[in-house]
């Protein structure tokens, strides 16, 4: 915590707003919508997935549709897909940012439309913070009219052309679950540059009830509204996120400044105009074993470490499902590994980390 999300919560209780509405809700909502600039919009929701369902259905896919999204990902990306009987197209990734291929992307909408199937929306994603090859993307979105849905869950802080991450496709999402950059303990936001849109995302966020003094329904709706309890935390972690960003970075310069030298390490670095929150520190080796036996040498010293997320189009749950893939993410996950990354890391704990990799490698 920063130091003012206390302070707000108390604010909370003493004016007795314990709801998912109230000052806290509003404050929060105007601090991101001050952070993201631009004239957007924002409705702040119980979830980051809560956020992608309502935008899957404020874009209008419905049971039966086709939504393309990229591959590599956390499965919370595509889980909302299901939630309304749509099917996952999954695309993979290409080299420089991780993220959806724009090839692979044409291929996958090219091919919806041979077969009289143009898909309803696109989710790419800003994984471990770093942003997707926006103006590529957006380009091929728009020449075929389909929505970009932007998962920003990793990359609060993140810009692109110096443009914030949130607000770069039709509809942003934002999670503030408890290990992202900035958290509420659990909780997200929708972005939109359009007033109506984020109205009715309350709306649908608040079970759908209609103008009238009775409790009265022509939709389904959701119970995905922040709490103004939760939405105290927010507003405190608003006044820090700068410092975490700095502090994420931080912690992503000094892996590279001690291990950067090592042929076998490789980082993932900035294209021009692309600006990473660097959410995770991530590296690649050169095989999955030598990812393996520093991932364990790691855990006998009690850090962890992880694996980089496993494609959703290698996992179980979406077996079946259509893919447009060339090894790409496969690839990543079974080479990469997660660093310690926390925002409260101290030089010691990194140099722990380092002191480990170099000894495992150097053997
Ligand atoms: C965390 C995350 C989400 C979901 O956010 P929650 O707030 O945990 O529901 C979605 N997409 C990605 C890429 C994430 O990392």
């Known amino acids: 915590m920063g130091g003012n999300e206390q302070t707000y919560v108390n604010e909370a209780f003493q004016s007795n707003w314990i709801a998912p509405l109230g000052p806290n809700v509003d404050a929060f909502e105007k601090?991101?919508?001050?952070?993201?600039?631009?004239?957007?919009?924002?409705?702040?929701?119980?979830?980051?997935?809560?956020?992608?369902?309502?935008?899957?259905?404020?874009?209008?896919?419905?049971?039966?549709?086709?939504?393309?999204?990229?591959?590599?990902?956390?499965?919370?990306?595509?889980?909302?897909?299901?939630?309304?009987?749509?099917?996952?197209?999954?695309?993979d990734s290409e080299r420089e940012t991780w993220n959806i291929s724009p090839k692979l992307l044409e291929e996958a909408i090219v091919a919806g439309l041979a077969k009289g199937k143009k898909p309803k929306a696109i989710i790419a994603v800003h994984l471990y913070g770093m942003p997707y090859k926006v103006s590529e993307i957006t380009a091929i979105a728009a020449k075929f009219n389909i929505p970009i849905i932007e998962d920003s869950a990793e990359a609060l802080g993140s810009t692109y052309k110096e443009k914030p991450c949130g607000g770069l496709g039709d509809l942003g999402i934002l999670s503030f679950n408890g290990n992202k950059i900035i958290t509420t303990s659990g909780g997200g936001a929708l972005v939109t540059k359009n007033i109506e849109l984020k109205k009715k995302a309350v709306f649908l966020a608040t079970q759908a009830r209609d103008e009238a003094p009775h409790y009265q329904h022509t939709h389904v709706g959701y119970n995905y509204r922040m709490s103004n309890v939760l939405a105290g935390i927010?507003?405190?972690?608003?006044?820090?996120?700068?410092?975490?960003?700095?502090?994420?970075?931080?912690?992503?310069?000094?892996?590279?400044?001690?291990?950067?030298?090592?042929?076998?390490?490789?980082?993932?670095?900035?294209?021009?105009?692309?600006y990473s929150n660097r959410w995770l520190s991530c590296i690649l080796l050169p095989s999955y074993e030598i990812r393996e036996k520093i991932r364990i040498a790691l855990l006998e010293e009690n850090i962890e470490s992880r694996p980089l997320w496993k494609p959703m189009h290698l996992q179980p749950v979406f077996m079946g499902c259509s893919q447009f893939v060339d090894g790409t993410s496969e690839d990543l996950f079974n080479r990469g590994l997660c660093l310690p990354s926390g925002s409260n890391l101290i030089k010691n704990d990194l140099d722990r980390v380092i002191e480990v990799i170099l000894k495992t490698l150097v053997v």
């Not at 990902?73 to 595509?78: D, K, L, W, Y």
């Not at 405190?236 to 042929?263: H, P």
């Open 31 to 91: 601090s991101i919508e001050n952070f993201l600039g631009n004239d957007l919009k924002v409705a702040v929701l119980s979830s980051g997935t809560a956020a992608i369902h309502l935008a899957l259905e404020l874009v209008g896919v419905v049971a039966g549709d086709d939504v393309i999204c990229q591959s590599f990902t956390f499965a919370a990306s595509a889980n909302p897909i299901t939630y309304l009987g749509a099917r996952p197209v999954f695309v």
């Open 234 to 274: 927010g507003r405190g972690q608003m006044e820090v996120v700068n410092e975490r960003v700095k502090a994420r970075r931080g912690n992503f310069d000094y892996y590279v400044e001690k291990l950067g030298r090592l042929t076998e390490i490789i980082f993932l670095e900035e294209p021009i105009g692309f």
